[in-house]
């Protein structure tokens, strides 16, 4: 399977939004339409705006486009904070107030997924649907006696650890919690081998990782604050359950699955969404775990035509 470029792999020219005295970058592209809501596309961990690239061109002439770097990643600020998902959360929500200035569709990958899920869980006036490409996010890992019998199949109870193994189990969390073992990690994980690297693993389609991707995802690492951010999104407490969230959800949501992802198991992780939202719309493609960047000629059509059948 090749990867099949669509109009243009040059990122868009952006510009800057002030929020809370950070300087926020973004994309925009496409007219504002009438009956079409706007698009915002979230990126993924150490991911931007130039990861939608194939994107925002083969859905600007049907949408107005907005793509946005998360505060601490892309060519947004980096500034040492405490980084969850309520804070890209409201982020997100004050984007869509001050400057799309009407409520949008959010489409995120992996940890994009899960704050734009925040998002339209929690501030339902921003978002008019979400769509979710093998998004990040716990479910919660246990759950009372009434809930229904299937969720139990699905939830694996804890391994039961020997005292070794748990004895070198934190050994190990303390020793990444000491500033020279994350500074060391830090300097690690953002070489551009590394991340070739683990890219191929994550995409099913190994031409689709071109020197250009890596080159875009190295970049940020070498800001000023990167470090910081990098300790803090890993140390940082785990967010509202996605199960949580789908309760409070009002709106349309569309899934699209990378089946092929080696992180998730996307079938498994599908019938836990389905459980908790079960009118949502999905999709299985022959990707790894950032569809709409290795597989754009399948993504933006699905997400155009549901985008339009949940506008008229």
């Not at 604050?225 to 890993?234: E, N």
């Not at 999905?282 to 339009?308: I, K, M, S, T, Y």
Request: contains cysteine; hydrophobic residues 35%; charged residues 20%.
């Amino acid at each position: 399977m090749q990867a099949t470029t669509v109009t243009s792999t040059n990122p868009i020219p952006g510009q800057y939004w002030q929020w809370r005295g950070h300087k926020i970058y973004y994309v925009r592209a496409g007219e504002k339409r009438s009956q079409r809501p706007p698009l915002l596309l979230v990126h993924g961990f150490g991911a931007s705006t130039d990861h939608w690239r194939k994107n925002i061109t083969g859905l600007c002439n049907d949408f107005e486009v907005f793509a946005i770097d998360l505060l601490g990643f892309g060519r947004s600020a980096k500034p040492n904070l405490q980084y969850s998902g309520d804070l890209w959360r409201d982020q997100l929500h004050d984007f869509i107030s001050e400057v799309i200035g009407e409520k949008a569709v959010l489409a995120g990958n992996s940890l994009g997924g899960y704050a734009c899920l925040c998002t339209a869980s929690q501030r339902p006036e921003s978002a008019v649907g979400v769509v979710l490409l093998n998004s990040a996010g716990p479910f919660s890992e246990t759950e009372s006696t009434s809930e229904p019998e299937t969720l139990k199949s699905q939830i694996q109870p804890p391994k039961q650890q020997s005292p070794l193994q748990k004895l070198l189990g934190d050994s190990v969390k303390w020793m990444f919690q000491q500033p020279l073992a994350q500074f060391l990690l830090f300097q690690y994980v953002r070489q551009g081998w590394v991340i070739r690297q683990t890219l191929e693993k994550v995409y099913l389609d190994k031409s689709a990782v071109t020197d250009q991707l890596v080159e875009e995802l190295a970049r940020p690492a070498y800001d000023e604050g990167a470090l910081d951010v990098f300790v803090s999104v890993f140390s940082s407490p785990k967010g509202e359950k996605v199960d949580v969230l789908l309760k409070q959800l009002t709106c349309p949501l569309l899934l699209l699955w990378g089946e092929a992802d080696p992180w998730m198991n996307a079938k498994e992780r599908s019938q836990k969404f389905r459980l908790y939202y079960p009118e949502l719309t999905e999709h299985f493609l022959q990707a790894g775990h950032c569809p709409h960047d290795e597989v754009p000629n399948q993504v933006n059509p699905l997400l155009r035509d549901w985008v339009l059948s949940i506008s008229q």
